[in-house]
Nanobody
Framework: QVQLVETGGGLVQAGGSLRLSCTAS????????MAWYRQAPDRQREMVAL???????NYLDSVKGRFTISRDNAKKTMNLQMNSLKPDDTAVYYC?????????WGQGTQVTVSS
């Protein structure tokens, strides 16, 4: 079993920055692909950013140039640096990991961007 815990959400004004972190723990496992998803009220969950074990990244078009995903394989952590935040970025952000034991989700962390 793998546990994912997100930290770093909160309330910020438009144009501000936040940094989300996700830490994986539990049974012995190999972390493969990791990603951040988000879900706003009345909207479908969408992938925001993805990073492979080798460090290749992919981003949702609307966050390109503003968000940066990174990971530390030794510490089993993943981060999302979010700059130039917009009210449309308001959502619950979820950490997702594909591991040797299966796919797991974190509990989510709220990000609210005020205009």
């Amino acid at each position: 079993q793998v546990q994912l815990v997100e930290t770093g959400g909160g309330l910020v004004q438009a144009g501000g920055s936040l940094r989300l972190s996700c830490t994986a723990s539990g049974s012995i496992f190999i972390l493969n692909e990791m990603a951040w998803y988000r879900q706003a009220p009345d909207r479908q969950r969408e992938m925001v950013a993805l990073i492979t074990a080798g460090g290749r990244t992919n981003y949702l078009d609307s966050v390109k140039g503003r968000f940066t995903i990174s990971r530390d394989n030794a510490k089993k952590t993943m981060n999302l640096q979010m700059n130039s935040l917009k009210p449309d970025d308001t959502a619950v952000y979820y950490c997702n990991a594909i591991t040797s034991l299966g796919r797991y989700w974190g509990q989510g962390t709220q990000v609210t961007v005020s205009s």
